[in-house]
Each structure stands twice: as C-alpha cells, then as structure tokens.
C-alpha cells in the first residue's frame, strides 16, 4: 500500500512569514511529486510538480525534494490571507503507473 | 481555454437510488480520472480512462462504475447508494503527462 503522510494542521503562521508545509511518502520508486492547494468547499489546484531531487521555485512557492529521504515539501514566501487553504501532496507511482496518491492535506492558516 | 467541467454541480439523492456524474476533459486532454474525496481526507482514486481503456481502478466496489466516450468526455456511476456515498467527486483530466492532473469543479453528492 502506497502511502502519503502529511501533518493535518492547522499550521498558523503570521502575514509575511514563510509556510512551510511538509510531506512524507513510502514508495522508494516514485519520480513525480506535485503540490495542490485547496480552498474550503472548492477543488484543488495544481500549485506546483517537481520531478528531480533539490528546490523548484515558482514565484512565492519553492518545492523541495529529497529522494533519499522520501520526503517533499512546499514553502510559502511572504505568506499572505489569501493563502489560507488545505495544500494537498500528491505522489505520483512507480513501475508504469500514472495514478497518483494523495496526502489527506495539511491545514494552513495565515492571520493577519 | 475552458477548464475540466463537471455536471451537474450538487446531487441529492435517496439510498438505494443510482447516480451518473458527467466530466469533459480539457481540450486536447486523453485522460480522464475519477476521484472521491470526503470532508478532512485527500482524493480517494477510483477510476482512470486513456483513450477510451480503463488504465486503472481503485478499491471500490463494483457498484462503481464509469466509462469514457470518443471524444474523451466520460460518465461515473454509482449503484445501489449508500449514506456512506456521500462525497464530493472530483474528475482529473491530463495530458502528454498523465500524472499531471488537473482537477474540475467536482459534484457534491449527498445521499439520504
């Protein structure tokens, strides 16, 4: 069984402070990672996908990767109310298969 | 260019009753996959379609079903509800990178 762990939250941090938002996953053989945000009530968004080891940034979103370590995260820069929402880790599978499994999300809350 | 769209938005139905949700991919976009997602989870993957084929299922119950069409559009069933139905059903649609997907407004479905 694949798995993907993430930390329900809330995560509170301040306006302008950094999120970060982390993710753990079992299966060794996985290439493809992707980070989904959420708001309440609505579908997820794809953020941001890395598939090598070391940072991607987009604007205020920096992906991280560590193979080694099986782990991915997501920083937020500058964080703002808006980004207040689930961010949704989601790994893609090894051996062939394109189905990715999804973290149950972590909670962010950015306070004025 | 429009996004994933699914129909109909929000669904009420009794137990025992049967349900077709409705999904049209992005334009250009050859697979399409189905997912469910309860309040405080992650999407739970029930079905993936490329080109018409079935690519993959998850665990779920016969009682679900789903199909794609020519034009790449495709139809989700459920038979036989059950109270524990009740989720909202998200459809994924991807490209060239299967595993990049991106995510329509979903349907609520609420079963009584």
């Known amino acids: 069984q694949k798995e993907v762990e993430q930390n329900s939250g809330p995560l509170s941090v301040p306006e302008g402070a950094i999120a970060s938002l982390n993710c753990t996953y079992s299966?060794?053989?996985?290439?493809?990672f992707f980070w989904y945000r959420q708001y309440s009530g609505k579908s997820p968004e794809l953020i941001m996908f890395?598939?090598?080891?070391g940072d991607k940034e987009d604007g205020r979103f920096t992906a991280q990767l560590n193979k080694a370590s099986q782990y991915v995260s997501l920083l937020i820069r500058d964080s703002q109310p808006s980004d207040s929402a689930t961010y949704l880790c989601?790994?893609?599978?090894?051996?062939?298969?394109?189905?990715?499994?999804f973290g149950r999300g972590t909670s962010l809350i950015v306070h004025p | 260019d429009a996004g994933v769209t699914q129909s109909p938005t929000h669904l009420i139905k009794t137990r025992g009753q049967q349900v077709t949700l409705r999904c049209s991919p992005i334009?250009?976009?050859?697979?399409v996959s189905w997912y469910q997602q309860v309040l405080g989870q992650g999407p739970q993957f029930i079905f993936q379609?490329?080109?018409?084929?079935?690519?993959g299922r998850g665990n779920f119950p016969d009682r679900f079903s789903a199909r794609q069409f020519p034009n790449y559009s495709s139809e989700l069933n459920v038979n036989a509800l059950l109270l524990g139905d009740s989720a909202l059903y998200l459809c994924?649609?991807?490209?060239?990178?299967?595993?990049?997907?991106?995510f329509g407004p979903g349907t609520r479905l609420l079963v009584l």
């Open positions: 994924a649609s991807s490209s060239g990178q299967p595993e990049t997907q991106y």
């Open positions: 299966d060794r053989g996985s290439q493809s």
């Open positions: 890395i598939y090598s080891n």
């Open positions: 989601a790994v893609g599978a090894s051996g062939g298969s394109y189905i990715p499994t």
């Open positions: 334009s250009g976009h050859k697979s």
């Open positions: 379609y490329y080109e018409k084929e079935e690519r």
